[in-house]
């Protein structure tokens, strides 16, 4: 009974740490809350805000409102809650400020794209506007260094044309279709246009691999409307869940590093994603080194000596998934892991010293093991620790063997050992 009180204390105290302020480590997305495409725009302020589709219902992409989230060190996020509603379905935002003005762009499932306006940059957004001449999805604003406003939408071939001074208008003698295409540059939608020096990149949703869009991909140009030559991949998200589909993401400047922003799936569902961060660098010649998902986002190594809530996980195989708890959708876990799965948390910091003792909060009704794999998960476990066939949610503790060789730096990986037909749950773990 203790344990069990012990546990719903924890929970109670991480979520309301979590309502409040965030740390860095991905994702950022509050639990229970899915903000996917994420737009990040750094305002007059110094803050960093993330625009970004609001998943609610695996059974559907997107809802009709947003959720804006903020930071000023990357470290402590805020969520400002419903910047803006309608009573159509929203799909994937942008914002761009001009003078003192916010404007929020939006398309809802017939392609109609619209402008809604705030002095804010959390919102609340009001006063939806069509935008005249625009017909599809994921609308993209970009301000050249002239002050020429451009604005960007479209899904398997983007469109772009000049933004008028208004910015709800465009001129459309300036329009442009094929910017870039799925089959020159594997575009899928999802576009979004940053400069740096000399050139100018589109990002965007890249199905040059798995067949599906799982990549932030692009191309550069020296000029806004192109041509564009494709360069390679920022980040893949395949892995992150057993049912992940699609990417879409933004590339921001923030106190002198850049960053990727995209999204993972979660819940085994192609429809209830979170947005994440990784710092990116650039090669002499303007190229974009590809980086790989980890746990830790913008902030350093993970501290194995804290707890490590299993959601923070960063890859997985097989069946296992994170997601809403049952009864308790706010919280979330890994859930349903089966006989021969693996997931993965990059990267942990253990120190000069290995830990004594492995301790997690798990639950499955047939018993098994969790082993732990360093670095390549095809390497042998270091240890490996018993689950009782317990029904519920219980603690479980083993002693790491000195050889282990769990200091320094390290990705880890947990397998998962499940009798028959069974499946375990993992909340938490720790090293102490």
Not at 8 to 33: K, T
Not at 59 to 66: A, F, K, R
Not at 336 to 361: E, M, N, R, V
Not at 374 to 391: A, C, N
Request: proline share 6%; net charge negative; hydrophobic share 35%.
């Amino acid at each position: 009974m203790s344990r069990i009180m012990n546990r719903v204390g924890l929970s109670f105290l991480l979520m309301v740490a979590v309502s409040s302020a965030m740390l860095a480590q991905n994702p950022i997305s509050p639990e229970g809350v899915y903000i996917a495409d994420p737009s990040a725009r750094v305002g007059k302020d110094g803050k960093m805000y993330i625009y970004g589709s609001l998943d609610v219902d695996p059974g559907q992409y997107c809802s009709d409102h947003y959720h804006v989230l903020s930071s000023k060190n990357l470290s402590d996020w805020t969520l400002h809650r419903n910047s803006f509603k309608s009573e159509m379905t929203l799909y994937a935002p942008d914002m761009m400020m001009k003078g003192r003005t916010y404007f929020l762009y939006y398309d809802d499932p017939q392609g109609r794209e619209w402008v809604a306006t705030s002095l804010r940059p959390a919102g609340p957004f009001k006063g939806g506007v069509q935008i005249d001449g625009p017909q599809g999805i994921d609308p993209n604003v970009f301000i050249d260094d002239d002050g020429q406003v451009y604005y960007f939408w479209g899904q398997f071939s983007a469109k772009g044309a000049r933004m008028n001074p208004d910015m709800k208008t465009i001129d459309k003698n300036s329009m442009v279709d094929g910017i870039v295409t799925e089959k020159e540059h594997y575009f899928h939608e999802g576009g979004f246009v940053f400069k740096r020096g000399r050139y100018y990149y589109f990002t965007y949703a890249d199905i040059s691999r798995q067949g599906r869009p799982t990549c932030i991909g692009y191309s550069m140009s020296t000029s806004p409307l192109g041509p564009y030559e494709y360069k390679g991949v920022i980040v893949d998200n395949d892995g992150c869940d057993p049912a992940v589909w699609n990417n879409h993401g933004s590339v921001v400047e923030f106190n002198g590093q850049w960053y990727v922003l995209y999204h993972r799936s979660t819940s085994g569902s192609v429809s209830i994603r979170k947005a994440c961060i990784e710092p990116i660098e650039f090669r002499e010649d303007g190229t974009i080194k590809e980086v790989e998902m980890t746990s830790q986002g913008a902030a350093g190594p993970l501290d194995a000596r804290a707890l490590i809530q299993a959601r923070r996980m960063c890859l997985t195989s097989g069946n296992a998934r994170v997601c809403g708890e049952p009864g308790n959708p706010v919280h979330e876990i890994v859930s349903q892991a089966k006989d021969g799965d693996k997931i993965a948390f990059k990267y942990l910091d253990f120190g000069s010293t290995t830990p004594k003792k492995f301790t997690a909060w798990v639950r499955g009704g047939n018993g098994g093991k969790i082993h732990l794999l360093l670095d390549q998960s095809f390497y042998g476990p270091r240890f490996s620790v018993e689950i009782p066939d317990v029904k519920g949610w219980q603690e479980v503790t083993c002693n790491i063997p000195p050889e282990a060789g769990l200091q320094g730096v390290h990705a880890i990986w947990l397998a998962f050992s499940v009798p028959g037909s069974g499946t375990l749950d993992l909340d938490w773990f720790r090293f102490e």
